[in-house]
């Protein structure tokens, strides 16, 4: 009845990555929203898997429920870092209780190590360094896609383990400073298994599901060939062609598919600027595999 936006409303799609990612006007954010645009902008997430909507200025309240609207939401299992007003908001970054690494991460999808991980999240710059800070995206869609058959071949089939325990000790190699946050969380994380390559259950695209800090190994591999496998997979993933580098503007919110695409943080001096992330996260609903 109050919608904002007449029915015959489209949204303005301009692809902005080489092979993926685009810039999306005439979402309204706030309020209600029209059926017809959540469709479209569900389908353009599917089509280009990460979505950037510019200046979109909301609130966590509206963030929240702007988000509800793709499904259930994750609350986050480091829940110090959680807005006390809404759960469903996981803040990262170094302002107050965010969830804070000084040091490097890693490429990875939201939540492997569930044993139904995420299917999108949304990220949204609530205070912005001017100059780094960037979100890293990389599309392992278009990445599958461009192997050779024989590689193909080869990783069609195979299966990941994720944990949170590798994750740990990944931490206390790169980012000391971690160890108490993940510490606390590894008893209710025990290892799952992934599949290490990924079929999407809507567009039916195959991608590359590898999350190197979080992968303790590939089942049937032995350990170093399984690292050495995962190392020449991400530096194929991590080509410039297929990666998308989003300089954040305060108010900017980004959506990915963490079904299709990964993404990773990169450095900014904290010492001098203030970051503050917003992230809700859309609980998977597609099982993995059993263990
Ligand atoms: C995340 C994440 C990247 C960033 O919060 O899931 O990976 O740029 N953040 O902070
Ligand atoms: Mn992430």
């Known amino acids: 009845m109050n919608h904002i936006v007449p029915n015959d409303a489209t949204l303005t799609i301009r692809p902005i990555g080489q092979t993926f990612g685009a810039e999306v006007a005439g979402m309204p954010i706030h309020g209600d ?26 609130g966590p309240a509206d963030l929240v429920a702007f988000s509800r609207r793709f499904g259930p939401l994750e609350i986050h299992s480091r829940f110090e870092s959680t807005l006390p007003d809404h759960r469903e908001v996981f803040c990262v970054g170094n302002v107050g209780s965010a ?3 000084r040091g490097v991460e890693q ?21 912005v360094p ?5 979100t890293l995206f990389a599309d392992s ?3 599958y896609r461009s192997l050779d058959a024989a590689m193909k071949q080869r990783i069609d089939g195979l299966v990941a383990v994720h944990s949170l325990e590798s994750l740990r000790q990944w931490g206390l190699r790169h980012n000391p400073d971690r160890k108490q946050a993940i510490d606390s969380q590894t008893d ?10 990924r079929q999407h259950p809507v ?6 599901f590898v999350c190197p800090a979080v992968i303790s190994h590939i089942e049937g591999l032995p350990i170093d060939e399984g690292a050495a496998l995962i190392d020449s997979l991400l530096a194929h993933i991590t080509q410039p062609r297929t990666v998308y580098a989003h300089r954040w503007n305060q108010g900017d919110l980004v959506m990915w598919d963490n079904r299709a695409v990964l993404h990773t943080a990169s450095l900014f001096d904290h010492t001098r600027y203030q970051r503050l992330m917003y992230r809700t996260t859309i609980a998977g609903h597609a099982p993995g595999l059993s263990e």
């Not at 001017?130 to 960037?134: I, K, L, M, V």
């Not at 209710?188 to 390559?197: A, E, K």
Request: charge should be negative.
């Open 33 to 58: 929203v029209s059926p017809e645009l959540l469709v479209q902008f569900v389908a353009a997430l599917h089509r280009y898997r990460v979505l950037v909507v510019p200046r979109a200025d909301v």
């Open 99 to 101: 969830s804070f690494s």
């Open 107 to 127: 490429w990875h999808a939201d939540s492997s190590y569930r044993p139904v991980p995420s299917d999108a999240s949304l990220f949204y710059g609530e205070i």
């Open 130 to 134: 001017p100059e780094g800070g960037d």
């Open 141 to 143: 869609t278009a990445a």
């Open 188 to 197: 209710s994380f025990p290892p799952v298994r992934q599949p290490l390559v």
């Open 203 to 208: 567009t039916g695209a195959r991608s590359l």
